[in-house]
């Protein structure tokens, strides 16, 4: 029997495809609200690293460019997006550690939002690294990566 040529038919591929396209717009959302903790940690008066503002702001615009450059299927945009959160988790946490030894009295929502911060940036992770779906969105037609 013929194979089912209709507009209906959809492949595999092409289901992995909007399940990436359908994770990375989650991941925009999660990071975005991540950021929101991240900002306020960054810019609060007991933040004992002004530094970490620029990693915030310069973490904002490249996680935003590197998921535009996974929907246009760069390979090695999901690559350099997993090495910016792992670098954006690492000065967060060591500000964290810094700010739990040093202060004697501590605002809460400072370690709220910086601890909620990196928890979403964690939760993220997961599914750039582990899902199928997005390593198919990321590779270019035919199978092999640009």
Do not use: E
Request: charged fraction near 15%; charge should be positive.
């Amino acid at each position: 029997m013929a194979h089912d040529s209709s507009p209906d038919f959809h492949s595999v591929s092409d289901h992995l495809k909007h399940l990436g396209r359908v994770w990375m717009i989650w991941i925009f959302f999660v990071l975005r609200c991540a950021d929101l903790g991240l900002v306020f940690f960054a810019w609060h008066g007991q933040n004992p690293a002004p530094l970490l503002r620029g990693v915030v702001v310069g973490s904002v615009l490249w996680n935003t460019v590197l998921i535009a450059c996974v929907w246009q299927r760069r390979a090695w945009a999901r690559y350099f997006l997993i090495a910016v959160i792992v670098l954006v988790i690492a000065a967060f946490a060591l500000a964290l550690m810094k700010v739990t030894n040093d202060l004697k009295r501590i605002d809460p929502r400072l370690l709220q939002a910086g601890i909620g911060g990196l928890v979403l940036y964690a939760a993220c992770l997961v599914p750039l690294s582990r899902s199928r779906a997005i390593l198919r969105l990321s590779m270019s037609l035919g199978g092999v990566q640009r």
